[in-house]
C-alpha cells in the first residue's frame, strides 16, 4: 500500500513521506521487466530505468551523506563523467536496486537523525540545510519518476503515477 503524506502531519514527516512515495515509484516501474527492457536505452542520450535508478542512488548519497560529512560507500564510477547514468555490462539489475537500497537506508538514518536546520556543504561548495535537502531530493526523485514512467510507457504501454489499491 501506498503510504499518504499526512494532511496534518510535521514539516519533517511529511517531507520524508513524500520523498519515500516518490522513491517507491521509481522501484516500481522495473516490475515485472527483465533485465534487458531495464537496462534498454530509451531515449538519443542513452537514458535507461536502470540508469536512472543508479543516479538516484549516486545522488541519495550525495545529498544526504556527503553533504553532512556522513560515511558513505565508495562509488565505482565517476558521477561528474555522467557515468552514474549508465549501467556497465558488468553491473547486474539486482547489484543496483541494491545500491538504491543502501543509499536511501543512509539517507533515512540522516534524516531520522538531523535536525531540519542542520547545515551542511553540498558538492558544489553551497550551504545547504537538511530542509532544503529534503525539498531538493523530492524534486529530484519525482522528476526521475515521472521519466521512468514515460520510459515504462514506451517499453510495455504501462503508466501510472503510483501504484493502485
Excluded at 503510504?3 to 496534518?8: C, E, L, N, S
Excluded at 513521506?17 to 522501484?27: Q, T
Excluded at 531495464?38 to 542512488?57: E, F, N, Q
Aim: proline fraction near 5%.
Amino acid at each position: 500500500m501506498t503510504r499518504r503524506v499526512p494532511f496534518t502531519g510535521d514539516e519533517k514527516q511529511s517531507l520524508h513521506i513524500s520523498l519515500d512515495r516518490h522513491r517507491d515509484v521509481v522501484l516500481w516501474k522495473l516490475d515485472g521487466l527483465d533485465d534487458d527492457q531495464l537496462r534498454r536505452p530509451m531515449t538519443p542520450s542513452g537514458t535507461s530505468l536502470l540508469g536512472l535508478v543508479k543516479h538516484l542512488a549516486c545522488v541519495e548519497y550525495g545529498w544526504f551523506c556527503d553533504t553532512f560529512g556522513r560515511e558513505a560507500e565508495p562509488l565505482w564510477f565517476d558521477p561528474f563523467e555522467n557515468e552514474d547514468m549508465a549501467v556497465g555490462p558488468g553491473e547486474t539489475t539486482a547489484a543496483i536496486v541494491d545500491f538504491y537500497g543502501r543509499a536511501r537506508a543512509a539517507a533515512d538514518r540522516a534524516v531520522l537523525e538531523l535536525p531540519l536546520e542542520t547545515p551542511g556543504t553540498s558538492w558544489n561548495g553551497n550551504k545547504v540545510s537538511l530542509r532544503w535537502v529534503l525539498i531538493h531530493m523530492v524534486e529530484e526523485t519525482a522528476r526521475h519518476a515521472g521519466q521512468m514512467d514515460i520510459l515504462r510507457e514506451l517499453i510495455d504501454g504501462a503508466t501510472g503515477d503510483h501504484p493502485r489499491a
